[in-house]
């Protein structure tokens, strides 16, 4: 890790810079499946499961059998957690459902919003070594929650044709039903065009390599929407001389696991947390399963000696996905954050709880998106609908104001609309 | 108006598309212009607004006394109806803030979520013919609301150099005080590229033709963000006997008067209403300013005869930024909304009443879009922060769950770090 101390604000500008990803142009291929999958919807999909999965599947979606039987094929205790996590994630979000009230802005002018579910959405979850369940928690317990009334789930089949018994049960425990052995570019391809088995959707949610990433871009041209913008994990540490090093060593690293192009940052006014982070990490992550990604993130990764004041101002301006603050004066650190995902505040607060199961949601905006981009809530499924309603008396308490306004404008006919019906009432 | 009875659900699909917009590739014009902006800044766009609106301006900065002064160019009468609209705008959007409350999902696991303004915000008002001073409350007032710290506005000057005095007075009165004379591609890469004397933006809101629409989605390249896309306005309104014919006949025409490319439905079961609305329309017409525009629309629009149990659907399925419900049994209409992006109650509910004064915002989800996009309102312009802190006693109670839901998704120093801390406190 490089240690900048008291780096000129001039400088920052270029500390908190990512490092620029090399994105391959994918657009030809992703270009090809879509219209494949758009022209020979189920037997496309089932050609490049073939081709990219090996395997054959004559049908892609789950049995509502292999569903209710994956509970059976997870330990005890991990259905135990999954059910702990559930129950902390469903109650944080619920409490995200706000009641919308009726206002009466003038007389006789009443305003209201509702939230409507979105009606058809179509959740990714990545395949690989490692199943991301948590992710299924993340992402289908707010849609539940928002009322979406088509919940689709894919994800890449193995082999041997089949899907983690842990992501199964996470979908089974949140009451997805429809689970499709689809992955990568023809799985976004099916949701944004539809097959004659599967139903497209309006919008896409979840993490993806960098062709599901291209995908899921090229879905927005066809009138879908996305969850947000895709980048690598980042985490911004800051601590002080209080902070127990050991901790934030052990937080650092959990980010640096992720990937090879993980972000991990380090601000701190306190030489001696410098170096005793140093030390833990060189000391923690000689044991790590997963040793070799997290030395590679670590090159990349940096630890920022700052004043105190302007501690805010550069965690601020590079606006991480996960903030955790750890120190003797916390409140003065979350009174001025403007810029984060998620922030984890205290010494027994680590990023991996927000990750699985205190209750908050995971998927959060990367690569400076903080700064304008919200994470995954049951806002992300539901589209806010305005509604009015005037009564006879309301349109002649306002009905000067709007002919008024549409005159100036020029839109005559705008006027009439009121014109026309003031003329009935006055 | 071309009419359709009860045509065929297989039908549907076809009658529900929205023309086909011919869109130019203007992406090598766009990519000119911000090129040109990001390497020499304001010369640069001093240069295109003297090619593109035909002025040579020094300081492109309206300066405060223009500011100040614009109230007394406006009647009277114009500026106590913007008074009057934006109190209404201000006390609808100021319901859409909600405090978000604390939650212990364990012992000692708190979360909550925080509704933090996006720091710097740039606003853009199209020029032309009529001063769209309406759209300045519909945008500047929520981002007050929302605690936006900067706030630009961008707007093209005339051959004169000039503003118009409404759009001006709009601003004053919302409290805008960083407006800019520049329009077109050269605007959004200022926002985009920030100039020696402009901030950069981190969200882009507001209309445009074609160029500005091309400019804004370029600017989804460079990190920023957007309102929603672009497309045509709509108006679908369902109408039944008890309807006053002259009412939805006035209705439409205000939304004919829009543009060539707007589109204009309307549902009804009855064929008295389809024979008295086209009646009406043909009278109606003939008056307005904007008659040559509204007659092209009008030649786009639609009137569909369906059964009433039909009606709902079909109106989900075209998924309108604006729906209007005449009718004796509105709330059955009502309760059957799923994708619109604003809806008007009963016969005395204009959409001009939304598009101007009643309080809703009028910036909408079109082309569709309203099956995932939600309008403008302040959620536009924050992002929702989550927070979380645990104590010692929530890492007890949470920790094993953490620990082993890590464990089970490969990520071994995602346990690490809860049982570093529970081995200090257990």
Chains 1, 2 share one sequence.
């Not at 690293?253 to 992720?258: D, K, P, V, W």
């Not at 040793?291 to 606006?319: R, T």
Request: one cysteine or more; hydrophobic letters at 40%; proline letters at 4%.
């Amino acid at each position: 890790m490089r240690v900048f101390e008291y780096p000129d604000k001039i400088e920052w500008k270029e500390l908190i810079e990512r490092p620029e990803v090399n994105q391959q142009d994918l657009s030809e291929l992703v270009d090809t499946v879509f219209k494949n999958v758009a022209k020979n919807g189920d037997k496309a999909i089932r050609q490049y499961t073939a081709q990219f999965d090996g395997v054959d599947l004559l049908n892609p979606l789950v049995p509502e059998k292999e569903l209710e039987q994956s509970r059976e094929k997870i330990s005890k205790d991990l259905l135990d957690a999954m059910t702990q996590a559930s129950a902390n994630i469903q109650q944080f979000h619920q409490s995200q459902c706000t009641e919308e009230t009726m206002i009466e802005t003038m007389p006789g002018v009443q305003c209201y919003r509702k939230s409507q579910g979105i009606e058809n959405v179509g959740l990714y979850i990545p395949g690989g070594t490692a199943p991301l369940f948590s992710t299924v928690l993340m992402l289908g317990i707010p849609a539940k929650i928002a009322g979406c009334k088509n919940i689709s789930l894919f994800t890449p089949p193995d082999r041997n044709g089949l899907i983690n018994p842990a992501i199964l049960a996470a979908a089974e425990l949140v009451g997805i039903n429809k689970v499709y052995k689809i992955g990568g570019v023809q799985a976004i391809a099916a949701m944004v065009f539809g097959t004659n088995t599967i139903s497209k959707v309006d919008k896409i949610f979840g993490p993806g390599n960098q062709y599901v990433t291209a995908a899921k871009q090229e879905a927005l041209k066809y009138g879908l929407s996305i969850d947000m913008p895709a980048g690598p994990s980042e985490l911004l540490v800051i601590a002080d001389d209080t902070a127990n090093t050991d901790f934030v060593a052990a937080d650092m690293l959990s980010q640096a696991e992720h990937g090879a192009d993980s972000q991990v940052i380090l601000l701190t006014s306190s030489k001696s947390v410098v170096e005793n982070v140093r030390k833990a990490i060189d000391q923690q992550v000689q044991v790590l399963p997963r040793k070799g990604i997290a030395l590679k993130a670590l090159a990349n990764s940096k630890i920022v000696l700052l004043k105190k004041e302007d501690i805010m101002p550069w965690s601020n301006a590079y606006a991480p996905e996960h903030l955790i603050i750890n120190t003797a004066d916390n409140d003065y650190y979350v009174d001025n954050v403007i810029n984060a995902g998620s922030v984890f505040i205290g010494q027994y607060t680590p990023e991996s709880a927000g990750d699985y199961a205190s209750g908050t949601n995971h998927t959060l905006p990367t690569n400076g998106f903080a700064r304008n981009y919200s994470g995954v809530s049951v806002d992300s499924f539901v589209k806010k609908i305005t509604f009015q309603k005037i009564t006879s008396e309301g349109i002649k308490a306002i009905g000067k104001t709007i002919e008024l306004m549409a005159e100036a404008e020029d839109l005559q006919a705008h006027k009439n609309a009121v014109t026309i019906r003031l003329n009935t009432v006055l």
